[in-house]
């Protein structure tokens, strides 16, 4: 089987529920030939990817234009949405003979739908994984609009060719897709190691795969609590550490951290409430995937909301002390990999 693989760009998280699948996938399916496009990085790409895989570096979607991790650029985003679909017709007969040159048996997105409409146009069976559409998120931000119809319908028709959209635990409600084939949460199991750090906890600050500067310099001490920070923020403050000294990959970061502090979104909750990791969260504005997120994480997992003025001034000391004082529940069992590989090869058998 020779798949081709789209992950998008447009943050972390798609990759932390492609990759797992595809892991799923090479286990349940013999000697399978991966074939991966995306802009991420090619180190964080293998990383997170078990099997082998031949990389195209490049994208088929951006989502959304952002400002940072939290707020999107509507008028950016509406600019590129106008441009990429300003002549439709010719993008989607550009991607079939993309795809047919490559010959893939299938094609599984997360979440881009140009290669689905690409894929169709072709004859190669299509597939979609993801907690979220850009369809659905589309006709949230800018359904109101003249333009936007035409734009929309293009997108829909495209989920809609899949043979199946795979809907994560936890999810939107996709109700426009008529092909959903729902699945359980899709989470990486990490290895806790010990960080060396005297019996002080360790908290992760990571506020996904998109710059988000949070002000750690300025937070207040706390007896106790060190701050694991991205290098690039060049850190001062005296409990601050960089967590790429501790060489590991993000999930065994995470899973070695006795608390991560974070935006809603499908990875870093998922992986968090899978392994046990109390978590806080800061809203997103506007952003209509959190909320079945948020809900499903407070049923999961001990987690708490934190505004934005709290985070610019660290005052999280006395949430992160009544999170770990909290009995922890039983985690999630991460159960919705193999079923989507389950789904893929059911088609694949089925022709």
């Not at 090619?42 to 400002?67: N, W």
């Not at 069976?125 to 369809?135: E, G």
């Not at 790429?244 to 409430?273: H, M, Q, R, W």
């Not at 990999?337 to 789904?343: G, L, Q, R, T």
């Amino acid at each position: 089987m020779h798949l081709f693989a789209d992950i998008s760009s447009h943050g972390y998280g798609h990759l932390a529920i492609a990759a797992p699948i595809l892991g799923a996938l090479a286990d349940a399916c013999p000697d399978p030939r991966l074939t991966v496009r995306s802009a991420l990085p090619a180190a964080k790409l293998r990383e997170r990817i078990p099997q082998p895989f031949t990389l195209i570096p490049g994208s088929s979607d951006f989502g959304y234009v952002m400002h940072d991790a939290l707020a999107i650029d509507r008028a950016a985003t509406a600019r590129a949405y106008r441009a990429a679909h300003a002549d439709w017709p010719a993008a989607v007969a550009a991607e079939a003979r993309f795809l047919a040159a490559l010959g893939p048996d299938a094609v599984l997105t997360s979440v881009a739908y140009l290669p689905l409409a690409g894929a169709a146009a072709c004859g190669i069976p299509s597939f979609s994984a993801c907690s979220l559409n850009w369809a659905d998120l589309f006709a949230h931000f800018f359904g109101d609009e003249a333009w936007a119809p035409p734009i929309h319908a293009h997108m829909l028709a495209a989920y809609r060719s899949a043979r199946a959209f795979i809907r994560i635990t936890p999810g939107m409600a996709m109700d426009s897709l008529a092909n959903l084939r729902p699945v359980g949460p899709v989470a990486t199991r990490g290895r806790r190691t010990d960080l060396g750090l005297a019996g002080e906890r360790a908290v992760l600050v990571a506020m996904g795969g998109i710059a988000h500067h949070l002000p750690v310099d300025d937070w207040p001490h706390l007896p106790g609590v060190r701050w694991l920070v991205a290098g690039h923020w060049r850190c001062t403050h005296p409990d601050a550490v960089a967590w790429e000294g501790f060489g590991l990959d993000f999930n065994d970061l995470l899973c070695s951290a006795d608390a991560v502090i974070t935006k809603p979104g499908y990875g870093t909750f998922a992986e968090a409430a899978c392994n046990g990791i109390p978590l806080l969260y800061q809203r997103r504005p506007d952003w209509p995937e959190q909320e079945p997120l948020i809900d499903w994480l407070h049923g999961k997992a001990r987690c708490a909301e934190v505004s934005a003025r709290q985070l610019a001034a660290g005052e999280v000391g006395d949430t992160l002390q009544r999170l770990w004082a909290h009995p922890a529940p039983p985690p999630p069992e991460a159960t919705g990999a193999a079923e989507a590989a389950a789904i893929l090869l059911e088609y694949e058998a089925s022709g």
